[in-house]
């Protein structure tokens, strides 16, 4: 009795010697086989590295059956079950994919800004904005390395962060996102606000962290930047508010803060707080992120069918509201799903231009 063929290798003979007829084709169906041997390793690499992850899914399971369901303004529901999820799909990511930087997989978005009443001594200055980290998903401590020393290359007058540093774990992250923002290099100043996921994991640790690193946080506050001129003294305000998802942000305590002269550009984690900050009529300028850009482009248009909560007015890009220039980031990193299509990570140059 004849031994039987596998199945693999029988279909193969099938796509050989009936769906293709002739030489030509012969070769293509050779070509696709040869393929298909050729996806045989990576394809036993992703179940050798789901066996492994054996452990971290019944984490998954186990944040499941303890029903972890807190709902309040600090705590995003299931904390623990969104925890595994990252860990899992970190894990896969570093099976699937490349974790070197590689500058070509990052999109550098230049913004000129003409602002009024803006001194010429401001005219040309550069402001380098990075948000939606989310370190430890997508971006690893590694490509962020990649990201400080590309930015450091921009040689920045100022550098600003609008939040979320990191999404679901922090302990492991604090290191690296420290030691990233340390060497974060800007001629005058670094700044910050937080963003939702910064509160969820730790407000507290998150702005130690800003701290340590020299950077400023100007959330619910004001930094007014200084330069001499032939005519006196000209400032520029940079003002921010905390996270306006979580109910965090206090405008009219920024709006008492703020100096009555000088332009002043505001930051703030949430794009649809624009329709807050515009009426104001005090800010030129407001930089955002919280999008991620919704991870997805549609092709031709520049825009997003993805739009979270706090994204749904202006969810990527350039927007006019009122007075003010409203410009939200793609961002860095993703949330939960590492996937971005036709959106590629956001690295953001502004430069200012005065009227004359």
């Given at each position: 009795m004849?031994?039987?063929?596998p ?30 041997q050729?996806?045989?390793?990576k ?37 623990k ?17 490349n ?14 800004v ?50 979320d540093?990191?999404s ?6 604090e ?5 990233g923002f ?6 005058d ?23 340590n ?38 405008l009219?305590q920024v709006?008492e ?38 991870q ?19 969810p ?18 993703t ?22």
């Open positions: 004849a031994t039987k063929k199945t693999a290798e029988r279909v193969m003979e099938g796509i050989q010697d009936i769906i293709f007829d002739g030489e030509e084709n012969k070769q293509k169906a050779e070509k696709i086989v040869q393929g298909i050729e996806i045989k390793p394809a036993e690499k992703v179940v050798k590295g789901i066996q492994e992850n054996k452990q971290k899914a019944e984490k998954v399971v186990q944040g499941i059956q303890d029903k972890i369901t807190s709902d309040s303004e600090d705590k995003p529901r299931a904390l079950v969104r925890q595994g999820i990252q860990e899992i799909m970190t894990g896969s990511r570093e099976m699937m994919f974790v070197d930087f590689d500058e070509s997989k990052f999109e550098l978005v230049k913004v000129n003409k602002i009024k009443k803006l001194d010429p001594v401001f005219d040309g200055y550069t402001i380098v904005n990075i948000t939606d980290i989310h370190l430890g998903q997508w971006l690893s401590p590694k490509i962020f390395e990649g990201v400080v020393d590309y930015i450091n290359a921009l040689n920045p007058d100022m550098i600003t962060l609008t939040g540093y990191v679901y774990i922090l302990d492991k992250y290191k690296p996102l420290e030691h340390k060497r974060l290099e800007a001629k100043v670094k700044l910050a606000v937080l963003g939702n996921h910064d509160h969820w994991l730790g407000e507290k640790k998150i702005r130690e962290i800003l701290k690193s020299d950077i400023i946080d100007v959330s619910n506050d004001v930094y007014t930047l200084k330069r001499n001129s032939e005519n006196g003294e000209k400032i520029l305000n940079i003002a921010g508010v905390d996270s306006y998802m979580l109910g965090k942000d206090n009219n709006m803060r703020l100096p009555k002269e000088g332009p002043a550009i505001i930051l703030v984690h949430e794009p649809d707080f624009a329709s807050k900050s515009s009426k104001t009529n005090r800010f030129a300028l407001q930089i955002s992120g919280h999008s991620h850009g919704g997805f482009i549609i092709p031709g248009t520049g825009t997003t069918i993805f739009r979270g909560s706090y994204s749904t007015k202006y990527v890009g350039k927007y006019k509201v009122g007075n003010m220039l409203q410009y939200t980031s793609k961002g860095l990193g949330n939960v799903f590492w996937m971005r299509i036709n959106c590629k990570p956001e690295i953001t140059l502004f430069t200012l231009k005065s009227e004359h």
